[in-house]
């Protein structure tokens, strides 16, 4: 197992393991959240699980937010945005070694904290954050309501 920053070379394997994580999500969504990623002003990594095949199993986004983030106590902080190891790959460990590059690349950029979020129902993901040394820091619940001339409420 080799666990590696993503190269141009892996964008068909990372889109497949982004559809597995989020199959509800339309392909033109996912193809736009790419771009988004790739085009951030303060880029963050990806960062792949490869196995002996050279197929990607496993992989991680993080990006760098400047905002402040729930339970932080500090800006800029690296965000978890996606954690992903294929069914078959689960409990061997690949999960932790992409966390501790994940690390690694945060504390060489100087930062100091780790963050993610994780849908309320999701136990095993919850599960697999305590498990990785993350503390809860709250529950919420967002809104959205969409805007348009006439519907002020």
């Not at 033109?28 to 990806?46: D, K, M």
């Not at 965000?79 to 501790?100: D, K, M, N, S, T």
């Amino acid at each position: 197992m080799t666990i590696r920053p993503s190269t141009v070379h892996d964008l068909a394997e990372w889109i497949r393991l982004r559809r597995a994580l989020w199959p509800d999500c339309s392909p033109a969504r996912q193809w736009l959240e790419i771009q988004q990623f790739a085009a951030a002003q303060n880029p963050g990594v990806v960062i792949v699980a490869e196995g002996d095949n050279r197929a990607l199993c496993g992989f991680v986004e993080v990006s760098v937010r400047h905002e402040h983030v729930d339970g932080t106590s500090s800006v800029p902080v690296a965000y978890l945005e996606a954690w992903y190891v294929e069914p078959g790959f689960r409990a061997r460990g690949i999960g932790r070694q992409l966390l501790r590059a994940v690390e690694e690349w945060a504390l060489a950029r100087g930062l100091r904290e780790l963050a993610s979020d994780v849908e309320l129902e999701n136990k095993a993901s919850i599960d697999a954050h305590a498990s990785c040394g993350f503390t809860e820091s709250c529950r919420a619940v967002h809104f959205v309501k969409p805007l348009s001339p006439g519907t002020e409420k």
